[in-house]
């Protein structure tokens, strides 16, 4: 599989270009992270980006019948160049093929909070995103985001499963993970395998504005459940995933 790797934008990082190129995901440490979407725009709004974590609401679509989920969800437009636009409200959909275990149905989530959702910090990151996978789709023309908070809980015995549907892939084609909380909590290591390879690696997303960017039609992902360190103490994991489609 050949990749085009001069970024449309000067801003696209060709480290991390090139290590999803070579390896199909990249590692970004906090600060590198920080770093880079600070080039792009703003971070000015991120306490209260951050915060509205407190404000997601129970995943009611769990095949296991588990409460440790909570989420909002939303989803953009985004030509090649220009204005980012949000969409109308709709369903989050996976086949069968890529998600066995919560896939076939419309999942009709909250949406994002309005002024998160236009807010500086989610803002400046769909335009990082965008840079870096339109560095290697050249070709795309525009592209369908869909944007995750994901909350996941552990409690004392009941571990937190962030992908309870084990190592997968999204049926998309470039995906961000980006940490922005981890409180109380051990494990989530971050797991991914090359789907022709079979070469695989594991890594920790523990400091804010920590991420990981996959090429999703190259690697399996998957995270290892979150068991509490103090058990009478919340514990969780807060992440925001973005996904990329090329239409």
């Not at 959702?117 to 995103?129: E, K, P, R």
């Not at 992902?221 to 996904?243: F, I, K, N």
Request: proline letters at 6%.
């Amino acid at each position: 599989m050949t990749y085009a790797t001069t970024p449309l934008n000067a801003s696209a990082d060709k480290d991390i270009v090139r290590a999803l190129v070579d390896d199909g995901y990249a590692r970004v440490r906090a600060a590198r992270m920080r770093q880079q979407l600070i080039q792009i725009g703003p971070l000015a709004d991120w306490p209260d980006f951050a915060a509205s974590w407190d404000d997601l609401v129970l995943d009611t679509y769990m095949a296991d019948h588990g409460r440790y989920r909570l989420r909002r969800h939303a989803v953009y437009a985004a030509p090649c160049a220009g204005e980012i636009r949000r969409e109308s409200h709709q369903p989050h959909y996976q086949s069968l093929d890529y998600n066995p275990l919560h896939g076939g149905i419309e999942r009709w989530y909250e949406p994002i909070a309005p002024a998160i959702g236009a807010g500086q910090s989610l803002g400046t990151i769909l335009h990082f995103c965008r840079d870096i996978f339109g560095a290697l789709a050249p070709a795309a023309r525009a592209w369908r985001i869909e944007t995750h908070q994901f909350r996941i809980e552990a409690r004392a015995g009941s571990p937190g499963k962030p992908t309870p549907e084990g190592m997968h892939r999204d049926g998309v084609d470039y995906v961000l993970v980006l940490l922005v909380q981890r409180r109380n909590i051990q494990s989530g290591t971050t797991m991914i395998e090359n789907v022709d390879t079979k070469r695989s690696n594991s890594f920790t997303l523990t400091d804010p504005l920590d991420a990981a960017l996959v090429d999703d039609a190259r690697v399996y992902h998957g995270v290892t459940p979150v068991e509490p360190l103090d058990a009478s103490r919340p514990a969780y994991r807060d992440v925001l995933v973005v996904t990329f489609r090329k239409t």
